[in-house]
């Protein structure tokens, strides 16, 4: 049962543009919401994370934008560089059990020059 | 500081065979997994371990056995490998204490095929 929705599966932005990726999720028990980014022949990484009682968090670039009534999110990369080319996965988690994360299908993000 | 370490990176087994594959952290994390990624499938959760000595089924288990016998090991068995089990597989771990505990430290990869 896929419990997080992620969309689009591929995205080609040009370099400056904007790159949005869309989550979905099911379960109400989820209460941290993850963005993992992974590069090529690597693991993913922590990239950044939401809690529901916040709409929107931004460290750089990066914003995810939280709606609790939808169960959705998304991240935004502002400005994108071909350096962000990767693969982004969005996840979900209930952090009071034993961080057995969610994870989404995963975006591949190719920022062209 | 290595992080978290899985050996070996790249494997071809014949349907049948077994093996192990051993993951290694150093950042003295209570819990750790393994998840095994598949195009169009993200990464799905097999086994995870809450402390040394203990381990718990995720979401696709069959056909895998782990082992956490020292608290920064954790070690994944394929007892008679089979073509389905072809994929890239990832250990992670992650801290208990409350404040600091949902960050996933995931190892660079095993990329398995099975023949």
């Known amino acids: 049962q896929q419990q997080v929705k992620q969309s689009p599966q591929s995205l080609i932005v040009q370099k400056g543009g904007i790159s949005i990726i869309n989550c979905a999720y099911e379960n109400t028990a989820f209460d941290y919401f993850p963005w993992y980014q992974q590069f090529p022949g690597k693991g993913p990484a922590l990239l950044i994370a939401?809690?529901?009682?916040?709409s929107e968090k931004k460290e750089g670039r990066f914003t995810i934008s939280f709606n609790k009534s939808a169960k959705q999110f998304s991240l935004h990369i502002m400005d994108s560089q071909p350096g962000d080319s990767a693969t982004y996965f969005c996840a979900a988690l209930n952090s009071g059990g034993y961080q057995k994360v969610t994870f989404g299908t995963g975006t591949k993000l190719q920022v062209i020059p | 500081n290595a992080g978290v370490t899985q050996t070996p990176k790249f494997r071809v087994l014949k349907t049948g065979q077994s093996m192990t594959l051993l993951c290694a952290q150093d950042m003295n994390h209570e819990y750790m997994y393994w998840y095994r990624q598949d195009p169009g499938m993200g990464l799905r959760l097999i086994h995870y371990?809450?402390?040394?000595?203990?381990?718990a089924k995720g979401e696709v288990p069959d056909g895998y056995n782990v082992s956490r016998l020292k608290k920064q090991n954790f070690l994944l068995g394929l007892e008679s490998a089979a073509p389905s089990q072809t994929s890239v597989y990832f250990c992670?771990?992650?801290?208990?204490?409350?404040?600091?505990?949902?960050?996933?430290?995931f190892g660079s990869g095993t990329q398995l095929s099975v023949l």
């Open positions: 371990s809450v402390g040394e000595g203990t381990t």
């Open positions: 939401i809690r529901p009682d916040v």
């Open positions: 992670a771990s992650s801290y208990q204490d409350s404040a600091t505990n949902e960050k996933l430290f």
